[in-house]
């Protein structure tokens, strides 16, 4: 998982290709602690999306704009530019099952 650079986002964003996934946390948060160990678990099965990570305390325009609710969030960049944005974490499982239906949309 690559941290994304604040001097970088608005540039990777608009230039990566889809589908590809963006871990939004903040490093004092225990869940995002969590969810980061979960969704290592689920790339090593899921390899198919790259996903990376940015911090939102770093990035406060990038929250505004992609109007952030809360972290630990996983937003979902898919081919069409559309952004899909999940905030429940309930098991690797379902990480591993969300990451294939994303990476199926390419």
């Known amino acids: 998982m690559r941290e994304w650079e604040p001097a970088n986002w608005k540039r990777d964003w608009t230039f990566s290709p889809a589908p590809f996934a963006l871990f939004v ?3 004092l948060c225990g869940t995002c602690k969590a969810v980061r160990r979960m969704l290592e678990v689920a790339t090593e099965i ?3 999306i790259p996903i990376m990570a940015a911090n939102v305390n770093h990035m406060p325009d990038m929250a505004q704009k992609f109007q ?6 996983l937003m979902f960049k898919r081919k069409d530019g559309t ?13 591993v099952d969300r ?3 994303e990476s199926e949309n390419k």
Do not use: A, N
């Not at 952030?68 to 969030?73: N, R, T």
């Not at 952004?83 to 990480?95: A, C, D, G, I, M």
């Open 25 to 27: 946390h903040t490093p």
């Open 46 to 48: 899921v390899p198919d």
């Open 68 to 73: 952030i609710e809360s972290v630990p969030c």
């Open 83 to 95: 952004w899909h944005k999940q905030y429940r974490f309930p098991s690797v499982t379902e990480l």
């Open 99 to 101: 990451l294939r239906i």
